[in-house]
């Protein structure tokens, strides 16, 4: 019987046999693939993620004052892969303790942008940029880098406190479905005009991306091509692989790239035009083979309190989107509910991360990314380990700079048409917790159309007017601005006032549906066996110490009822 994946049939001889759960997955959350399973389907998820994270340099690098032919755009894609493993192995192992990757997201790019957009941030001409040595242009993005290390650190230590005090489910008692629709779908739709600034360069290519991303990933969603394998005891076989369902942005990025590859070669695009394929090669050439990413490597991170406030937005979102995927993901693996503790651990691991990823200088913060979620979804692969297996791939690659730098080569209206799709999509997701309320209520749908339409006119137009706040306080006036022009931060601020005063029943809020969809409310319950969720080791210590119940992140957690 044809499988989704053909390299998931059990093995006789493997560490740990899958069992019957009683459900479809192939491998659940405990389960131990042998070792050449993990590595194979380890791939199939670092794949995923570099479809999720190479976009993130085409505007971050670009807000940085650095050149296209910069080799340094390289070294940021490698070290934000190389930050990803890391992270990545310090979620599964010791934190949250689910198969999930953590990594890079678009929602940071928001403040981002807001901070960069400051006077004193703000790109030179290109004029003056040319008329620099390589040093001076070297020390102008990496003021910049520094800049923002110092503020995705800092804010993301107020991630660390909500989470390992367990104070994240009150949190989220404020925070509500109609705070949250603002928050995410604004990251998309703030975006767009980066996406069709990308797109422009060449719109026949930028659209025939979208259309064979559409294709893939919605139209041959279920279509599976024929696969050899080998399987132990078996010998050769024939499998069905759903290669349109598990990568349809790196399919899309390969044709497209190939594309512009055959252009390129018969000059039918003419010398330096932006979706030719050789014209960031000095990149490719200038980078390093090897090069390990170390902390501070820009520059030690610098702190100002505005760029700390504005990139608050951002590891809020993240907060919120990734306790949403939990239950999710718990589901998918065939594991219990996760308890309150593992979600406090969860939150509070990813503020390290993203600490660990503001040192290291990535210029991003790290969340849950849901691409990997869904791939857990599709090829019933729920195991902890293939997961930790990722993460060793996604470390060793990140020292790999060439890789990082190939990347960087994609053709701009290339990633313009992937931008097109993906902010749409994180708009959508955004939008998708609307499921929990009453939108039949004139109440919730003026707050919705307010707290969304609202931040797109003011934001914009005070990012047009920077000298418009003057308190005669630098200070202020810098911290003023950014606040008030990240559009994530107005929208969900103005969401969330706006459904926690104006009178509303709970039903109607959606703080009903959504309770449960968030599964905060803990239970000590104990015929649910909850020990997927302990630490790898040092439980008989912990469970000898009565004090560790009052610990709101360790497993021996117990809450009061």
Request: proline share 6%; net charge neutral; hydrophobic share 45%.
């Amino acid at each position: 019987m044809a499988t989704n994946h053909p390299v998931v049939v059990p093995d006789t001889n493997v560490a740990k046999e899958p069992q019957n759960h009683g459900s479809n997955i192939n491998y659940d959350i405990d389960d131990v693939p042998s070792w050449y399973l993990c590595i194979f389907m380890a791939l199939q998820h670092y794949l995923t993620m570099l479809g999720a994270i190479v976009s993130i340099p085409f505007i971050l690098t670009p807000a940085l004052c650095m050149e296209d032919e910069d080799p340094a755009r390289g070294i940021i894609i490698s070290t934000m892969i190389f930050v990803t493993g890391l992270v990545t192995y310090m979620q599964v192992t010791w934190g949250c303790r689910l198969p999930i990757v953590q990594g890079g997201t678009i929602s940071f790019l928001v403040p981002t942008l807001a901070i960069l957009n400051l006077p004193q941030w703000k790109c030179p001409n290109k004029d003056i940029i040319g008329q620099m040595d390589s040093v001076q242009k070297t020390e102008l993005w990496q003021t910049r880098m520094c800049e923002l290390s110092g503020a995705i650190a800092v804010s993301a230590t107020f991630q660390v406190f909500i989470g390992y005090t367990g104070l994240v489910g009150k949190l989220l008692k404020i925070i509500t479905p109609l705070t949250i629709v603002p928050t995410v779908s604004l990251v998309g739709l703030t975006l767009f005009s980066h996406a069709s600034e990308t797109a422009s360069k060449h719109w026949g290519i930028a659209i025939g991306t979208v259309f064979l991303l559409t294709l893939f990933s919605q139209v041959l969603t279920n279509v599976q091509i024929p696969t050899v394998y080998y399987h132990k005891g078996h010998g050769i076989a024939i499998g069905w692989f759903s290669l349109f369902k598990l990568f349809p942005v790196l399919l899309t990025i390969v044709i497209m790239w190939s594309l512009c590859a055959v252009l390129t070669a018969t000059n039918v695009l003419p010398e330096g035009h932006p979706a030719r394929t050789d014209v960031r090669i000095k990149v490719l050439h200038d980078a390093a083979w090897f090069r390990v990413p170390y902390p501070c490597q820009f520059g030690a991170p610098t702190v100002t309190l505005a760029g700390v406030l504005g990139m608050l937005a951002g590891v809020l979102a993240c907060t919120v989107e990734s306790i949403s995927y939990y239950p999710t993901v718990s589901r998918m693996c065939n594991a219990p509910p996760p308890p309150l503790h593992a979600i406090n651990r969860g939150i509070g691991t990813e503020g390290l991360g993203t600490i660990l990823a503001g040192f290291w200088g990535s210029g991003n913060g790290t969340n849950t990314f849901g691409e990997n979620v869904g791939a857990i979804g599709v090829t019933k692969v729920g195991s902890r380990r293939v997961i930790q297996w990722a993460a060793l791939i996604m470390v060793l690659q990140g020292v790999l700079n060439k890789f990082g730098a190939a990347f960087i080569m994609i053709p701009d209206p290339v990633v313009g048409g992937i931008f097109c799709v993906m902010f749409g999509m994180i708009a959508a997701f955004g939008l998708s917790a609307l499921q929990y309320v009453d939108l039949r209520s004139a109440r919730n749908l003026y707050i919705l159309g307010l707290s969304i339409f609202f931040p797109l006119v003011f934001c914009i137009w005070l990012k047009d007017h920077p000298d418009l706040i003057q308190t005669g306080n630098e200070t202020v006036d810098s911290t003023l601005f950014v606040l008030l022009s990240t559009s994530i931060l107005v929208g969900g601020s103005l969401g969330c006032i706006l459904d926690n005063l104006i009178p509303g029943t709970n039903e109607e809020r959606g703080l009903v549906a959504w309770s449960k969809e968030m599964a905060l409310e803990s239970t000590n319950d104990e015929t649910i066996d909850k020990s997927t969720f302990d630490f790898p080791c040092g439980m008989e210590i912990l469970k000898s110490w009565k004090w560790t119940r009052h610990i709101p992140f360790l497993p021996t957690y117990k809450v009061k009822v």
